[in-house]
Nanobody, 126 residues
Framework: QVQLVESGGGLVQPGGSLRLTCVAS????????MGWYRQAPGKQRELVAG???????NYVDSVKGRFTISRDNAKKTVYLQMNSLKPEDTAVYYC????????????????????WGQGTQVTVSS
């Protein structure tokens, strides 16, 4: 089965940057769309960014222009570069594969293919 491991979170001041990394096991990663989700306290988990196997990205409006999703299929890895971070970005961030993938699901929960990893905590605070 595919296993997902997220890393790169931490505590950062508003306006700062972080780069999250997701490493996936298994052979399906290279042909599957991948996405980053986040869940803030008291909020539903939401899809904030998705990227197709060919590298085409989509973002929820709240992170557009600040976050960049990318992937390295050879390394079975997906990244989320987060710039100009805001306190509202504080959440646990997870990666997974939306299935099926629909960009209209950005900003809300979508059905996912794999089991959830542990996620990585991002805290934006002054």
């Amino acid at each position: 089965q595919v296993q997902l491991v997220e890393s790169g979170g931490g505590l950062v001041q508003p306006g700062g940057s972080l780069r999250l990394t997701c490493v996936a096991s298994g052979s399906i990663f290279s042909i599957r769309v991948m996405g980053w989700y986040r869940q803030a306290p008291g909020k539903q988990r939401e899809l904030v960014a998705g990227i197709t196997s060919g590298g085409s990205p989509n973002y929820v409006d709240s992170v557009k222009g600040r976050f960049t999703i990318s992937r390295d299929n050879a390394k079975k890895t997906v990244y989320l570069q987060m710039n100009s971070l805001k306190p509202e970005d504080t959440a646990v961030y997870y990666c997974n594969s939306p299935s099926p993938y629909d960009p209209r699901d950005l900003g809300r929960y979508s059905t996912t293919l794999y089991n959830w990893g542990q996620g990585t905590q991002v805290t934006v605070s002054s």
